[in-house]
């Protein structure tokens, strides 16, 4: 059975810093786009970043800046960094892997998420 397991969130300040950690089992996440998406109370779930098999990493414009996106496929793990949060940066961060290429493009997985709540 695949899995996706977020770990890193909780509570931080404002300007303060976070890391998020996105450990797979059951797939090798070198073969999969792995991305961090979040969903804030209210609204639709949003892609915060991701980053191609190939290294690529793309950020949203609103973290774009203060966010990194990586990847350890040797661990089978992705991360999420983020500093100078905000308040609206408040939200359940969601891993998601998507099959790169055209023998796996179907496979589609998400981590339970993990919630972080930016407030002083």
């Known amino acids: 059975q695949v899995q996706l397991v977020e770990s890193g969130g909780g509570l931080v300040h404002p300007g303060g810093s976070l890391r998020l950690s996105c450990t797979a089992s059951n797939i090798a996440t070198g073969i999969y786009t792995m991305a961090w998406y979040r969903q804030a109370p209210g609204k639709q779930r949003e892609l915060v970043a991701l980053m191609t098999v190939g290294g690529t990493p793309s950020y949203d414009d609103s973290v774009k800046g203060r966010c990194t996106i990586s990847r350890d496929n040797a661990k089978n793990t992705v991360y999420l960094e983020m500093n100078s949060v905000k308040p609206e940066d408040t939200a359940v961060y969601y891993c998601?892997?998507?099959?790169?290429?055209?023998?796996?493009?179907?496979?589609?997985?998400w981590g339970q998420g993990t919630q972080v709540i930016v407030s002083s």
């Open positions: 998601n892997g998507k099959g790169a290429y055209p023998w796996n493009r179907g496979y589609d997985y």
